[in-house]
T-cell receptor, first 114, second 115 residues
Framework: AQSVTQPDIHITVSEGASLELRCNYS??????LFWYVQSPGQGLQLLLK??????LVQGIKGFEAEFKRSQSSFNLRKPSVHWSDAAEYFC????????????FGTGTSLTVIP | DADVTQTPRNRITKTGKRIMLECSQT?????MYWYRQDPGLGLRLIYY???????NKGEISDGYSVSRQAQAKFSLSLESAIPNQTALYFC??????????????FGPGTRLTVL
């Protein structure tokens, strides 16, 4: 069965520190992988996506993520966190299969301290 | 202008009432989805529609129904609302026909409270 796991429910980092949010997936076919961000009281905004090709993808707001097939992971990183990055982050997996849906992880809540 | 709109944005209702949440999109996408979000549970799929005549149940469809009135409109109904349906509801679209991808584009959400 397809699934997405975000093992960290909540992470706290200091402003200016580096960040890595973990995402592991279970998927039978070649996955399409996504990271979304949800700011308080807002909808979900796409940060970045991986379809194929270069396994290191760049997104908006200075985020990047690396697809590692051998580890079934798609971790999100940012070298220097800003206070405005405080939000909920969701990893998701989809596919090109017309019968498949779209699966979200349970999210990681990021707190940024001054 | 928002590409995916949801109405209402907030709604408080009482147990047993029928309520409809509406979603409209101007993106021209073929697929539309309804999710609910609960703290600690992420987003769970309620129903999805691949086109006007193709509607499918998602992970948690019990207690909900949907209508795809047109390619651009997808409504979610709670026939008899109950308190555990209190949640944040999101509509989403994807452009599978053109892109071959299920990348989701989200509306702003509807916060529903059932008393």
């Amino acid at each position: 069965a397809q699934s997405v796991t975000q093992p960290d429910i909540h992470i706290t980092v200091s402003e200016g520190a580096s960040l890595e949010l973990r995402c592991n997936y279970s998927y039978g076919a070649t996955p399409y992988l996504f990271w979304y961000v949800q700011s308080p009281g807002q909808g979900l905004q796409l940060l970045l996506k991986y379809f194929s090709g270069d396994t290191l993808v760049q997104g908006i707001k200075g985020f990047e993520a690396e697809f590692k097939r051998s580890q079934s992971s798609f971790n999100l990183r940012k070298p220097s966190v800003h206070w405005s990055d405080a939000a909920e982050y969701f990893c998701a997996v989809g596919s090109t299969n017309t019968g498949n849906q779209f699966y979200f992880g349970t999210g990681t809540s990021l707190t940024v301290i001054p | 202008d928002a590409d995916v709109t949801q109405t209402p944005r907030n709604r408080i209702t009482k147990t047993g009432k029928r309520i409809m949440l509406e979603c409209s999109q101007t993106k021209g996408h073929d697929r539309m989805y309804w999710y609910r979000q609960d703290p600690g549970l992420g987003l769970r799929l309620i129903y999805y529609s691949f086109d006007v005549k193709d509607i499918n149940k998602g992970e948690i469809s019990d207690g909900y129904s949907v209508s795809r009135q047109a390619q651009a409109k997808f409504s979610l109904s709670l026939e008899s609302a109950i308190p555990n349906q209190t949640a944040l509801y999101f509509c989403a679209t994807s452009d599978f026909a053109a892109s071959g991808s299920n990348e989701q584009f989200f509306g702003p959400g509807t916060r529903l409270t059932v008393l």
